[in-house]
């Protein structure tokens, strides 16, 4: 038997329901949606999880398709499985972002503070300690389209880096000095745990593929369905910097996220409503923009582009 939150899931078994977390203005009982797959045969507990940022709606989907093709008694090793989608704030509005100078804690965990901050606390709390690694899905939100990356916490390479790599994408972004991450609860309880980043606010089937790609190949490498994990030859490691506004006004983007760019190159300008130039955002160094911002007006402060440095190769 598998127990996490509420439920008690059978080996060969599905089920789901909802981790409680509190209830809304209406009295309706909010929570962690949660789809448990216990595979008939022991092995690993893998949780993936998406819509923690709520306007981010591509890896929800692509966790419910694969769950919906996995079955329990018959699938590869027949490992135990549960996956777990907790769209912590589907529905929701787009969250409140870009508005502080520094990239803030997405899930700051209170028990007794807002929702948000309660569904972050229930998460470490009850979904953490009966998962072996996680795997945190993405997009670039509702103000930006982002490259396809995943994210390898720095300092946590031994951990991580075999599921970063089956994510199967060519950039892998060593980072994130900001806290309050998925990650990071995971991570320190000594269990592996990516983010995986793709596309934008907009809903694209080729998003939601590339996220079933990476969560069926992570399946893979963890031997929970069968099949080679299939790596690539080499991986490129990049950092990012938060490219920021001066100016309020109107963005105009003049590359795409993936591209390559020398240094000088110009990434993107703001103008006035006459078309006059009030800023060029160009680059600092060669490398490669990750994130471009699609909403277009823009006020000071608001972050306008995500520019990488390559750091290096990584071979599996
Ligand atoms: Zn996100």
Redo the contacts with the bound molecule.
Sequence with gaps: MYSIGPLTVSPGERAQGLIPVGTSSYGVELGIPLIVVNGAQDGPVLCVDAG??GD?YDGQEAIRRVLAEIDPDTCGHRRRHPLHEHPGLRGGRPRERHRSPEPQP?LPRRPDGSYSQRLAATFVEQVVPVVDAVVDL??G?AYGEIAPLVILQGGYEDLATDIALAAGHELVWKGGKWGGTVRHPVLAAGKPAITIECGGATYREANVERHMYSIRNILRSLKMIDGEVELRDTYTAVSGTFARSSAGGFFVSHSEPGENCKEGDLIGQIVDHYGNTLEEVRADWDGIVLWVRRIRTVRPGDEVVIFGAVEGEITP
């Design positions: 923690v940022h981010e997405h993405h997009t939100g």
